[in-house]
C-alpha cells in the first residue's frame, strides 16, 4: 500500500504566528500519523507535513479565521521511485 505526505500550511495575520503555532500543536490527529513535523517561516507561517498510509488520511481542521492572512493550503504527495 502506498504512503501519502500530506502538507499543510498557514499564515497567521501578522504578529499571530506564534498562536498560530499554538494552534497547530493543540490539534490532535486520530488515528496518529506514522510521522508528524512541524516548521515556521517567516513571516507568521507554520507548515507541517504528516505521512499516512494510503487510506488513513487525517486532515488537520481551518484554525480560526480571525487568526489567518489567507486560506490554508494543502497538498498530498505520494512518493516516487528514485
Avoid at 499543510?8 to 486520530?30: I, T
Avoid at 513571516?43 to 499516512?52: A, E, G, H, K, S
Wanted: net charge negative.
Amino acid at each position: 500500500m502506498a504512503a501519502v505526505a500530506l502538507m499543510w500550511e498557514a499564515r497567521a495575520v501578522a504578529g499571530r504566528g506564534a498562536e498560530l503555532l499554538a494552534w497547530v500543536r493543540d490539534q490532535p490527529l486520530d488515528p496518529a500519523p506514522e510521522r508528524r513535523e512541524t516548521f515556521t517561516a517567516e513571516p507568521d507561517r507554520v507548515l507541517v507535513i504528516t505521512w499516512w498510509p494510503a487510506g488513513q488520511l487525517v486532515e488537520l481542521p481551518e484554525p480560526p479565521a480571525g487568526l489567518l492572512h489567507r486560506p490554508v493550503h494543502r497538498w498530498r504527495f505520494t512518493p516516487v521511485e528514485d
